[in-house]
């Protein structure tokens, strides 16, 4: 089992950055690949970026890739997302999940995380 905490949303102007932050709980989280996904009011759930377990690969949606990263610190059991030049259309919930298996691959694919944050609200104003 996995229990996931997101902090570092808040509201800020475009332009500006956020650092997002997702502390996981349980002693397999070194070997468990994982994702960033965000919900925009009236929108699905969709994909923002995912890294391996290891930190070796990392995938962004096309609409965020040259302004946000993710990383991990897995001495700390905690996944980031560096977020900059912040447009008023990434505004959205933003939800850490976690892979269900040590080793998977890290994937875009929605339903292939078993275990999600409740989310952090990221408000960029115009």
């Known amino acids: 089992q996995v229990q996931l905490v997101e902090s570092g949303g808040g509201l800020v102007q475009a332009g500006g950055s956020l650092r997002l932050s997702c502390a996981a709980s349980?002693?397999?989280?070194?070997?468990?690949?994982m994702g960033w996904f965000r919900q925009a009011p009236g929108k699905e759930r969709e994909f923002v970026a995912a890294?391996?377990?290891?930190?070796?690969?990392?995938y962004n949606v096309n609409s965020v890739k040259g302004r946000f990263t993710i990383s991990r610190d897995n001495a700390k059991n905690t996944v980031y997302l560096e977020m900059n030049s912040l447009k008023p259309e990434d505004t959205a919930v933003y939800h850490c999940?976690?892979?269900?298996?040590?080793?998977?691959?890290?994937?875009?694919?929605?339903?292939?995380?078993?275990?999600w944050g409740h989310g952090t609200q990221v408000t960029v104003s115009s």
């Open positions: 999940a976690a892979k269900g298996r040590p080793l998977e691959r890290a994937t875009t694919n929605i339903n292939e995380y078993n275990y």
């Open positions: 349980g002693r397999t989280f070194s070997r468990i690949a």
């Open positions: 890294i391996s377990w290891s930190g070796v690969s990392t």
